[in-house]
């Protein structure tokens, strides 16, 4: 009687450890062709670089005030009057 137990209990968990490998291997193989699909969708986002043209940019002035500060000014040139569109 015993030996007949034993030998249930071996077989269901044999068939449990059969039915959890089955059930990981198909999860995992799931996982990794959806994780291959999203990555292959994906597009590189770039921002445009440089797109105000040269002679519009501000650009910064330095100064000595006297020993030991220094000014640093963001200047803009003005465009005169013949350069803007009307």
């Known amino acids: 009687m015993k030996k ?3 030998m249930i209990a071996a077989v269901v968990v044999i068939v449990l450890i059969l039915a959890g490998g089955v059930f990981a291997a198909t999860k995992l193989l799931n ?3 959806k994780v291959a699909q999203t990555t292959t969708q994906k597009k590189k986002i770039t921002d445009p670089v ?3 043209d ?3 940019r501000p650009y910064i002035e330095i100064k000595p005030l006297d020993v ?3 000014a ?3 200047n803009q040139l003005k465009k005169t009057s013949h ?3 009307l």
């Open 68 to 70: 030991h500060n220094v």
């Open 50 to 52: 440089n797109i105000i």
């Open 83 to 85: 350069q803007l569109r």
């Open 72 to 74: 640093i000014v963001v």
């Open 31 to 33: 996982k990794s062709s």
């Open 4 to 6: 007949k137990q034993m």
């Open 54 to 56: 040269q002679a519009d």
